[in-house]
């Protein structure tokens, strides 16, 4: 099977050299690594304050924090995660791997996706300069439901003008994603043939550029209440609270499929690889993600069964529908692993964790789906436990499959194996024993988003298991930042293709040059690196 020489391996311009380069680069390559330690250093903020949260909560009384402070912790934990963590974790992946897994030289606008990064930061420390005000950071929850984020002091404006900074960056990455996978595709690369991940970034641009402008214009109506004197959310003066609500989940249900559907390309793609089986049903994955990608947009009132304003019928049939697609990808996960040679490596240890751990959020999701159920458990930990078997159970236990998947192809050395088996099991226990006896504590009533508790009502013993489950986290994400750094101070000994990889990254050098290839293997199927791996075993029996 022949290779195709690149177009541009001709006209490939040299390597950027020293840091001042990575501030002005628009390499994909290198704008994708960026997003990943500008996510991961926010990771290590948002973190510090969910270990203060818990040091707060592993016993009764106030020990650290009086009630306001802690309302500012709660609420830049969930927003650093969401916003700045989780989905730029996934953008970074698809910067530096779009364009290689498509055989395209670059993002189709390089320029706008080094705006798209760089709009990150800045909107990051705009939310966080909150703390330096007279009043504090932002307060509300990353929700912000009116009327108290009408109320608090200048931390809320900074808030909201960060949060309007990151969306913009969002919604321009959304659109360079969309032309890039539509137009730039190498020869042979029909949409039938490409990789699973491109799919699931083409999904997630989708959802962003469709759902993401209308919080920014909720976000646009909260700070003309608080500065112009409109009232779009003031009932005194004819506004209306519950428009709010419409408006955010209208943008916040769409986007836990944002948050997620770059996790299922990343899983389905290691699954495959180290079963040593093509995917299941790879028509069966495109069609699921699709019918996700519309499904997503008539499910938003769920979140709103407890305030009386909302069809409860429709939107509980809606999301049991959603559920659908998704179970039909556990199953197909699933009969890829079936009788599979598998290979326990880092990658996949990570993959299975994801399986097991979004399956307890994805039922505890149907649960909730219904509104006898949801009245119960509305505003307790029991949303809380949901929300990060989704999150972080599912979408950064992805992450770190992508990590140790794709570490050798970005940096041309593998992390350490041991290590990361450590690290993988440190990190599975310490989650379970964070957020399983949060189910627990929201049956037994304990509302979320509070500093204090009772000593009488049965919530102190499992507070202190999930307070130590979470130290039990940052020594798991400690030994992953000591893999790291060891790591990257070996020598590039990775070969090109460590895994066996099947999508067209492999296909390159590890690190891949400039140019991303110096030429390109024919498009015959989805699993070309697979395809003129075979042919040359072929050549040479």
Do not use: C
């Not at 049991?320 to 039909?328: A, K």
């Not at 202190?464 to 070996?490: D, E, P, Y």
């Not at 110096?518 to 072929?538: C, F, H, N, Q, T």
């Amino acid at each position: 099977m022949a290779l195709t020489e690149s177009p541009t391996a001709q006209l490939a311009p040299e390597p950027e050299r020293g840091w001042k380069s990575w501030l002005t680069t628009t390499d994909h390559k290198r704008i994708g690594i960026l997003y990943l330690i500008n996510s991961f250093a926010f990771f290590v903020v948002a973190g510090v304050f969910a270990l203060l949260m818990r040091t707060e909560l592993a016993r009764p009384g106030t020990q650290i924090f009086a009630p306001h402070a802690y309302n500012q912790l709660f609420t830049l934990h969930g927003t650093l995660m969401i916003f700045l963590v989780i989905f730029p974790l996934l953008a970074g992946f698809g910067n530096y791997f779009v364009p290689l897994q498509i055989g395209a030289l670059d993002m189709a606008f390089p320029r706008i996706n080094a705006l798209s990064f760089w709009l990150l930061p800045v909107g990051g420390l705009t939310i966080l300069s909150g703390f330096l005000t007279k009043g504090g950071g932002a307060a509300a929850g990353w929700t912000n439901y009116p009327p108290l984020s009408e109320q608090l002091g200048t931390g809320e404006d900074l808030w909201l003008i960060g949060l309007m900074i990151v969306g913009t960056a969002s919604i321009l990455g959304g659109i360079n994603f969309i032309v890039t996978i539509l137009r730039m595709r190498t020869p042979g690369m029909t949409m039938m043939r490409m990789p699973v991940f491109t799919w699931s970034i083409l999904a997630t641009s989708l959802l962003v550029v469709l759902a993401a402008p209308v919080l920014t214009a909720g976000l646009l109506m909260v700070f003309f209440d608080r500065q112009l004197g409109t009232s779009f959310f003031v009932p005194g003066n004819g506004g209306v609270v519950i428009l709010w609500q419409n408006v955010f989940w209208f943008f916040g249900h769409p986007e836990v499929y944002m948050l997620i559907l770059g996790a299922w390309g990343i899983v389905t793609e290691i699954v495959s690889v180290f079963s040593g089986k093509p995917i299941f049903s790879y028509r069966g994955v495109v069609l699921s993600f699709l019918l996700i990608t519309a499904l997503s947009f008539s499910v938003w009132a769920h979140h709103m069964f407890a305030t009386g304003a909302v069809e409860l019928p429709f939107f509980s049939v809606t999301t049991e529908l959603i559920s659908i697609p998704t179970g039909v990808l556990f199953f197909i996960w699933l009969a890829t692993l079936w009788r599979g040679r598998l290979r326990f490596e880092p990658p996949m240890l990570f993959a299975l964790g994801f399986i097991a751990m979004f399956l307890i959020g994805g039922i505890d999701g149907v649960w909730a789906a219904s509104p006898a159920m949801d009245f119960a458990i509305h505003d307790t930990y029991w949303v809380v436990a949901h929300l990060h078997y989704v999150l972080f159970g599912g979408t950064l236990f992805g992450v770190f499959a992508g990590m140790f998947y794709w570490f050798p192809k970005m940096t041309g050395r593998m992390l350490s194996r041991p290590l990361g088996i450590w690290q993988f099991w440190l990190q599975i226990v310490g989650f379970n024993l964070t957020f399983f006896p949060m189910h627990i504590l929201g049956l037994r009533g304990m509302p979320r988003r509070i500093a204090d508790y009772p000593p009488d009502v049965g919530w102190s013993f499992l507070n202190l298991v999930s307070s130590v489950g979470a130290f039990v986290i940052a020594i798991a994400m400690l030994l992953f930042f000591i893999n790291l750094f060891i790591t990257l101070r070996k020598p590039r000994t990775a070969p090109d293709d460590p895994w066996g990889g099947n999508t067209l990254e492999w296909a390159t050098t590890s690190p891949p040059p400039v140019h991303n290839f110096d030429a390109v293997p024919p498009i015959r199927s989805d699993r070309p690196v697979y395809d003129l791996r075979m042919a040359g075993k072929e050549a040479s029996g």
